[in-house]
């Protein structure tokens, strides 16, 4: 019978490495060995066909020879690229996959790690002036401490816990499915590795009490929303004297009811009269570091934008501090009495008359944009 090409077999190209080969004899290996395929003669000649494949061109000199000379190169072998007759079904198969399920199931042969603890988190609301400023802040957080009569053993005082007969103090026990060993939690111990015949009184076997416990915060200046502090060992208790967790720091800024900030850049409304908006003028405008003056052109409308350059917040990061931007917004007198009103219709009569858009090129740009729309919709 005519043999198949080794690397079609594998399903991989003559360039594959030997970490491709492996690879796809593991994949292939998994698919086809009888230990899945119990009774299948079609499996069983399959996976001597991949196991005679992967032996050959996982060995530098044949895989050379089999590359210049293809089969015939070990055609008086009397065994094919093998080198050994018959076919034995689990044939270093647990050597097969060790490497890969030893990854996912421990191997059956580690112990039980002691766990890190978690890390937590604790959101921290700030002003925009205490993000700006840096502050220290205390915070209250919830914990778990060793439990101080027990000493975090989990057994009353006199007494030490006993190791769990059934998983021998590994937390684990191996079952066997199929042709390879899967590890679990022994239910026995709860993966614990110990059982507590006499519990502790005042943590009742757990070997933790809840606690509070109060922390000072250095925030430092520049913070924003989504910025994080790290104060390490600070998080949740490890298991079995193992490092405890991290507690992170996140800031959140509160609603300012003047700034608006974005990155290092601050924005603020300035409301103006339209007199003012009109002819012109000077206001104060409030920064971090204080009053300002702002002039204000003629004829500004309302949306303008104002930069200071340098009034806006330096960042945490240091570099240069972000800017103010100060938007106008043009204010429509109200509460009016008859004199001010008086002088309002006689002003508005003074623009009758004027040329066209003169005095409103805005309003005249829209307006002449409306005429042209419902021109546009006649001609339908």
């Known amino acids: 019978m005519v043999k198949r090409d080794y690397y079609e077999i594998l399903g991989i190209t003559q360039s594959a490495d030997e970490r491709e080969i492996k690879k796809a004899y593991k994949r292939l290996a998994m698919k086809f060995h009888p230990d899945r395929n119990s009774g299948d003669k079609d499996s069983e000649a399959r996976f001597k066909e991949i196991k005679e494949a992967y032996e050959v061109l996982t060995n ?8 210049q000379y293809g089969h015939a190169a070990f055609e008086h072998s009397g065994s094919g690229g093998s080198g050994q007759g018959g076919f034995s079904s689990n044939a270093d198969f647990s050597d097969i996959f060790g490497d890969v399920f030893g990854d996912i199931f421990g191997g059956g042969r580690r112990q039980q790690r002691a766990t890190r603890g978690s890390d937590f988190q604790y959101n921290l609301e700030l002003s925009l002036e205490e993000a700006v ?25 006199g007494t ?9 103090g590994a937390g684990q026990v191996q079952i066997r499915q199929g042709f390879f060993t899967v590890q679990q939690v022994c239910s026995y111990c709860q993966g614990r590795g110990v059982i507590i015949k006499d519990p502790c009184q005042v943590c009742g076997a757990k070997g ?19 910025d994080r502090i790290r104060l390490s060992g600070e998080g949740e208790l490890g298991e079995k004297g193992s490092r405890a967790g991290d507690l992170y ?35 104060e405008v409030p920064t971090l570091d204080g009053r300002v003056s702002l002039k204000v052109p003629p004829e500004t409308q309302t949306g303008k ?15 240069a501090a972000g800017d103010l931007l100060c938007r106008i917004v ?26 066209e858009g003169r005095h409103g090129p805005r309003s005249k740009t829209f307006f002449d944009g409306v005429r042209q729309f419902f021109d546009d919709l006649r001609r339908y």
């Open 160 to 168: 030490k816990p006993k190791t769990c007969s059934t998983c021998h």
């Open 305 to 319: 934008l104002f930069r200071m350059r340098g009034k806006g917040v330096r960042s945490v990061h240091g570099g």
């Open 249 to 283: 720091v996140e800031i959140q800024m509160l609603k300012h009811h003047i700034f608006e900030r974005e990155e290092n850049n601050l924005y603020c409304e300035v409301p103006i009269n339209f007199i003012m908006a009109a002819l012109g003028g000077e206001i």
């Open 208 to 226: 933790r009490v809840s606690k509070s416990k109060t922390l000072s915060v250095k925030i430092p200046a520049g913070v924003n929303t989504g």
């Open 60 to 67: 530098t000199q044949k895989r050379k020879a089999y590359d």
């Open 133 to 157: 400023r840096g502050v220290s802040k205390e915070i209250h957080i919830p914990t778990m401490e060793d439990c101080v009569k027990c000493h975090g053993s989990g057994a009353r005082a």
């Open 330 to 355: 043009v204010e429509t007198p109200v509460n009016l009495n008859e004199d001010q009103k008086m002088i309002l219709r006689a002003l508005n009569d003074s623009f009758v008359g004027s040329s």
